[in-house]
């Protein structure tokens, strides 16, 4: 097991293991409150790569992570993640009129 100190060392060496072998590859988050510590781990039973954290401002990257692995999943080992961000922009909707108490 190799705990990797940089976040995006991480990230780079995470979507290589993915694409090298997406069948046998396993993403996992551990989460301890007592400890406020946070684990991810990824796996290909060769080799594991583990990140470890306890700042709260990691959770945002950990979504990204998790974003760039379901496109990866969804859409094959060779799909552009380039466009992939943290939260995805939606289309702010209009508040609807007409239902509730009047004021």
Partial sequence: MVYIN??????DRSVQLFRADP???RYV????HCDGKLVLK???????????????QD???????????????????????????GKEQTDAQPAKKGRGRKQ
């Fill in 6 to 11: 940089s976040w995006d060392e991480f990230v």
């Fill in 42 to 56: 990824v796996t290909d039973n060769k080799e594991c790569l583990k990140f470890k954290t306890d700042q709260a």
């Fill in 59 to 85: 959770a945002k990257k950990m979504e990204k992570l998790n974003n760039i692995f379901f496109t990866l999943m969804a859409r094959g080992p060779e799909a552009d993640i380039s466009e992939v961000s």
């Fill in 29 to 32: 988050m551990k989460y301890r």
């Fill in 23 to 25: 069948e046998s590859t």
